[in-house]
């Protein structure tokens, strides 16, 4: 077995308007029966996924808050992998009525185009902090946290390879960890960028699109997709032109 885990994001990609279907979730188990990690990488609050996906369970870990957040689902253990949003920053967009505004362990999350409140308190603050968009969505976070760090902290925790994972997703946010997987996928409904830097588009949208990519897993583990894909290719050897003494004078 080469690709060891499946690292998949929510909205868009396993569920649709926040949902995720039974042949879906079927599909799901399938997997984990095929002895493979399942990795969540989303960016919704812990608390609003494990409202609206009861079998969160199914997976070995998650990584909420776009990056910010690991949890365990089996041991209901929550490690913050972000700080917590400045005090300054929040009381600023309250003041100025920014919303809808919600407010996770670090993240910070609104809708466009309120980024461009959240650019001027970030400037007349002084903030080190990054956007992230997400279909429409504004996400706030610490530099450097993105769905690619939080998936890094996971791999450490199952020591595993980045090769060794299929990343799934189909928006804006989802590049950074994709590029990190040894295999990166992009759903049929994804947006025309991640799937350009796809090395598979499925022909299913949304939770289909994920059933169709966990049979192919199970099927033959990605084999043909292994054989053709050169991003991740280390070479071991390089031909090296002869080397050429040349004399100067004084040494004849």
């Known amino acids: 077995m080469y690709f060891a885990a499946l690292a998949t ?37 812990l608390p609003d996924l494990q409202r609206v996906f009861p079998e969160i369970e199914l997976f070995d870990l998650v990584v909420a808050e776009n990056g ?10 929550e490690i ?9 920053f ?4 309250k003041q100025h009525r920014v919303s809808p505004l919600s407010i996770g362990r670090s993240i910070v999350a609104t809708w466009e185009p309120n980024e461009k409140f959240v650019l001027q308190a970030i400037h007349e603050l002084g903030l080190e902090l990054q956007i992230i968009f997400n279909k429409g969505a504004v996400m706030v976070l610490p ?38 997987c040894g295999c990166a996928v992009a759903v049929a409904n994804a947006l025309p960028m991640v799937k350009e830097d796809a090395d598979i588009v499925t022909s299913g949208a949304r939770g289909a699109g994920v059933a169709e990519l966990i049979r192919q897993l ?12 050169t991003r991740h290719r ?16 004084a040494a004849c």
């Open 143 to 180: 530099s450097g946290v993105n769905k690619a760090s939080g998936l890094a902290a996971v791999l450490e925790r199952l020591q595993l390879s980045p090769l060794n994972v299929v990343g799934i997703g189909d928006a804006e946010n989802d590049h950074a960890f994709l590029r990190t």
């Open 234 to 249: 280390v070479p071991l050897a390089k031909a090296t032109p002869p080397l050429i003494s040349i004399l100067t004078p």
């Open 90 to 93: 929040l009381d600023w967009l």
């Open 9 to 45: 994001d929510y909205d868009g990609t396993l569920a649709e308007d926040g949902r995720v279907s039974s042949s879906t979730i079927e599909a799901l188990r399938s997997l984990r029966q095929s002895g493979r990690k399942l990795i969540l990488v989303t960016g919704r609050e």
């Open 68 to 77: 910010a957040l690991l949890y365990e689902p089996e041991t209901k253990t």
């Open 80 to 88: 913050a992998l972000g700080a917590a949003p400045p005090t300054a």
């Open 218 to 229: 199970i099927a033959n583990d990605l084999a043909e997709t292994v054989a053709a894909t």
